[in-house]
Each structure stands twice: as C-alpha cells, then as structure tokens.
C-alpha cells in the first residue's frame, strides 16, 4: 500500500530502542494520531517490511495493542516483532498484504462496496466473540450522548428528547474500539488485515458496531441503506445486536463529526439527512 511522504514532524525513527528489528529505509508516512512510519528493515537475519508505531501524545496506548496483538493467533491480525515503553513508547509490526476499501471501490458509483458489507459485518461479529485478557475500554467523548450545548450550536436543539433516551445496560464484549474501513485491508475481495487496536478492550458492542457502520468524510460508501443492511446480515449471520441501540449510537457518532465538518458541505447535508431519518 503506497503511503504519503513526509508530512509533519514526527520522531526518529532510527533512535528508537530496538531489540529485535533494525530499521534500514523509510517507504512512507501513514498518516495517524501516532508517528507511523512504513519501513523496510532487518528481522531474524532477514529484510522484512513493517511498520513502526511511535506514541506521538500522553495517553496513546501502544503497549495495550502490543498486549492484545500477543493473543491474537489468525492471520489477519498483525504480528508484533519488536515494542519497548521506555523513553517514548513503540511497536512494530509485520506488514500485511491489501488495500483499503477506499481505494478498491472509488467513487463507489455502482454499489461495488456492496460485494464486501457482509463479509464487513461478519468480521466484527466474530472479533467480538473473542475472549482475551484485555482492560475496559478506556472512555471517550464520543460514547457519552452529545451535550444540549452541541446540540443547541448545530441547530439540532430538537433532538434534545431523543438522546434523552439512551439505550438500556450495554452488551459488553471484546471491542475492536476503532473498526472502519481506514483500519481494514482487502485483498482478492477479502478481508486480509485488521489494524490499529490500540483503543481495543471490553466495552459496549453495539457502540463498535455503529463506529463501524456510520460514513465518515470522504468515504463514498456506507451511503445507503443496502449497505448498512448486507453489513448487518454479516455480523448476525455471527452473532445477535440491538438494532434500536445501533440507531442510537450512529446518530451520536453524526452529531460529533458534524462538529468537525463544517466545511465539507456534501457531508454536513448527507449528516443531517441521516439523522432526520434515525431520530
């Protein structure tokens, strides 16, 4: 997968602590939260490609996904070859074949993203059914119901009533806690790769499912109601969820990302289209 060239500052990443990898050349620069670099280097006597994870703020939890990548057996999940936490903490992982969604569907003009939803849902169903030794989740705003405030300053003080009304107890799980399209890699129309689990951990399943599922800037698929059906016929072929929950959730998540999305006008309308139509 091509990467960007340099875009910020970020870390060196030759100066970090490696006990078992030894970067040679840097390909790219994913862009993340975290300093992500894509490299080629040396592993158990051999070149190898991976990618080097360096904790970029206060709170980025690297050593959590170094943890939850250790009991993680298929395939599909990257194996961590090297990490350390003192000094600024790191990981590295093996590159894994594929591409983004994204990239493979385009414009999505004719429903091409269609051919993927069910195996989509289908993929957090049966990570949810995992059972590893993991912390909670850790809390973020976005699982919280948006403050009238926010609500009041995007002109949606008439859904004050609706997340009024949160669902009832969460089904807790084993949650991805970052599960969309940008953290997913395809390959021959299948799932080859499932990144990024630092925000992994127990929490409330039907929140992941609805952070999998709403469309965020840019994205041209998830715009319709095909897709986020073959999405959920997916995960229940696997496993039950609360729809009325779902719905919920998604109309949180919109509420936030309209916040950050002032400027993208295609976006902001396609948002408050779908939140008429969830509320």
């Known amino acids: 997968?091509?990467?960007p060239d340099k875009w910020r500052e970020t870390v060196d990443p030759f100066s970090l602590p490696?006990?078992?990898?030894?970067?040679?050349?840097?390909?790219?620069?994913?862009?993340?939260?975290?300093?992500?670099?894509?490299v080629r280097g040396v592993w158990e006597g051999k070149e190898v490609r991976a990618y080097v994870k360096a904790a970029r703020q206060k709170g980025a939890a690297i050593e959590n996904e170094a943890a939850i990548l250790s009991q993680l057996r298929s395939p599909v999940y990257p194996a961590v070859i090297d990490h350390g936490s003192a000094g600024t903490p790191f990981s590295v992982t093996?590159?894994?074949p594929g591409e983004r969604l994204s990239a493979i569907v385009g414009e999505n003009e004719t429903l091409e993203s269609l051919g993927f939803m069910e195996e989509y849902g289908a993929a957090l169903a049966k990570l949810h059914q995992l059972r590893l030794s993991a912390e909670p989740v850790r809390d973020r705003r976005f699982f919280h119901a948006?403050?009238?405030?926010?609500?009041?300053?995007?002109?949606?003080?008439?859904?004050?009533?609706?997340?009024?009304?949160?669902?009832?107890?969460?089904?807790r799980c084993f949650c991805h806690g970052d599960f969309h399209y940008a953290n997913i890699l395809w390959d021959r129309h299948h799932i080859s790769a499932i990144l990024d689990f630092e925000l992994a951990g127990y929490g409330n399943r039907d929140f992941d499912i609805a952070w999998a599922m709403f469309r965020r800037p840019g994205q041209s698929f998830m715009k319709t109601e095909a897709e986020r059906e073959a999405f959920l016929r997916g995960y229940r072929r696997i496993a039950p969820c609360d729809r009325k929950a779902i719905r919920y959730y998604t109309a949180q998540c919109y509420?936030?990302?309209?916040?950050?999305?002032?400027?993208?006008?295609?976006?902001?309308?396609?948002?408050?289209?779908?939140?008429k139509k969830l509320l």
Request: aromatic share 14%.
């Open 1 to 3: 997968m091509k990467h």
């Open 18 to 38: 490696y006990k078992a990898f030894r970067p040679v050349e840097i390909l790219g620069y994913p862009h993340a939260g975290n300093d992500v670099f894509h």
């Open 146 to 171: 948006p403050p009238d405030e926010l609500l009041e300053s995007l002109g949606l003080a008439g859904c004050k009533g609706f997340f009024a009304d949160p669902p009832g107890d969460a089904v």
């Open 94 to 96: 093996l590159e894994l």
């Open 255 to 275: 509420v936030y990302f309209l916040q950050f999305s002032g400027d993208d006008t295609e976006y902001c309308d396609f948002v408050r289209s779908r939140l």
